[in-house]
């Protein structure tokens, strides 16, 4: 794939992802930066994390 079209796909992305912040009134955006689909074993610090902030 073209870097510019992978560029607009993941601009994309993430416009939809923070639309969804719109469905609740209490809602967060947290990127867990270099983790894969395997956030439990990639980045567990930011799952327990995002648990405290509940």
Same mark, same amino acid.
């Given at each position: 794939? +073209?870097?510019?079209?992978?560029?607009?796909?993941?601009?994309?992305?993430?416009?939809?992802?923070?639309?969804?912040?719109?469905?609740?009134?209490?809602?967060?955006? /947290?990127?867990?930066?270099?983790?894969?689909?395997?956030?439990?074993?990639?980045? +567990?610090?930011? /799952? /327990?994390?995002?648990?405290?902030?509940?």
């Amino acid at each position: 794939m +073209p870097k510019e079209e992978a560029t607009q796909l993941e601009d994309m992305w993430q416009e939809l992802i923070r639309g969804q912040l719109n469905l609740s009134i209490n809602s967060q955006y /947290i990127l867990a930066e270099h983790a894969s689909h395997g956030i439990e074993n990639d980045r +567990p610090d930011a /799952i /327990i994390e995002a648990i405290h902030l509940l």
